[in-house]
């Protein structure tokens, strides 16, 4: 019988066409510099656990308590990702289940709230998410929204604006979290706020829970009733999503999970999941957390001293927000002639965004994929003549005529690569 596994073809034999695809975005991911910032790089113990067996085999429920046979090692598994995930964040109670950061939010207000209730949350224009209440999100059609943003004078987030919304609305849950802000929460005014009006504090930190795991931004936990987090941003494990509640809480999260929303759990990433909550626990995740603030604060620095505005001045975070309107460009057209140059990030709204959502007028940019791949403040100033380099290029051509074969396109990108060689990206090599 072992004979005969052996002869089962590997993926490059059963699906040459396929499998030369994926061996091209590892190449592409090791050539460029990835400063999209909800993206990093999974290690290869992760990236081992993800393709497994495990995902051959359904455990609709919870361990101990399943619908289907065989669950001798699936349990344990399940148990274990849980024990990490409370251990690593101080939580009462842990569900590992969900399928990503959006199906986790939608749990939570499954649990929390009844269809038509009044929901408070960050407005996705300011830098919110869309399953905060954005009106063609299910959470912004099956509750009724209401919408914070920031201070138009610093761009900051206006707790005085949440009250007077909260105390206004009477929301049944307020939701504290953000995609695209770059200064810290204060997670202890959000739950004076909501407990002020009577409402449930859910804290989605799907940006930056590697960096509360690590201890350079405050934790929700102590605050809020339930907090939720995608598990492949900073906190660097497979695509997957976590709930962290109170005791009390704990049932109505779990059948909100499943069988409110989901059926059998994903148990590859499961115990992907439980890999990735190891490595969090071990010293080096808070030295890497440490290094990623840092290197948000010099990139930051080395922007705006080549003259990049930046939103809010700077960052305290993973994240920054670039306004390039002094520069005369649209978000649209930078991103992709950076990223023609081996420069990936996301084109973004700035608060307040004169220009479409489609083609706003800033660039997102973060630093987990680089400080995963041991980048440190000496080398953001590389980084940041990269940058600055390609938007030149962008600035000196017509949107409309630009191809990748403009003359700077090339020679920048040869660079970049070569920049690149120096520093292994984990899980490719
Ligand atoms: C990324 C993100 C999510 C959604 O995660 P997915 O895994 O893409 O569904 C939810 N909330 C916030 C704040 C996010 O940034």
Known sequence: ????????????????????????????????????????????????????????????????????????????????????????????????????????????????????????????????????????????????????????????????????????????????????????????AFAEIAKEVGAYLAADIAHISGLVAGGVHPSPVPHADVVTTTTHKTLRGPRGGLILCRKKHRKAINKAVFPGLQGGPHNHSTAAKAVAFHEALQPEFKAYARQIIANAKALAEQLTARGLELVTGGTDNHLMLVNLTNRGLGGRHAAKVLNDCGVELNANAIPFDPRKPFDPSGLRIGVPSITSRGMTEAHMADVARFIDEGLQGAARVDPEGYTAAADFVAPLRARVQEFCGAFPAPGIA
């Open 1 to 188: 019988m072992a004979g005969q596994a052996n002869q089962e073809p590997d993926l490059k034999t059963a699906d040459p066409e396929l499998y030369s695809l994926i061996r091209k975005e590892d190449a592409r991911q090791k050539d460029s510099i990835r400063l999209i910032a909800s993206e990093n790089y999974a290690s290869r113990a992760v990236l081992e656990a993800t393709g497994t067996s495990l995902t051959n085999k359904y455990a609709e429920g919870y361990p101990g308590r399943r619908y289907y046979e065989g669950m001798d090692f699936v349990d344990p598994i399940e148990e274990l990702a849980i024990r990490r995930a409370k251990a690593l964040f101080g939580a009462d109670h842990a569900n590992v289940q969900p399928y990503s950061g959006s199906p986790a939010n939608l749990a939570a207000l499954l649990a929390l709230c009844e269809p038509g209730d009044t929901i408070l949350g960050m407005s996705l224009p300011a830098g919110g998410h869309l399953t905060h209440g954005w009106k063609i999100s299910a959470t912004g059609i099956y509750y009724h929204a209401v919408q914070y943003g920031v201070r138009e004078s610093d761009n900051l987030m206006d707790m005085d604006q949440v009250r007077s919304l909260a105390r206004e609305h009477r929301p049944k849950l307020i939701w504290a979290g953000h995609s695209a802000y770059p200064r810290t929460l204060d997670f202890a």
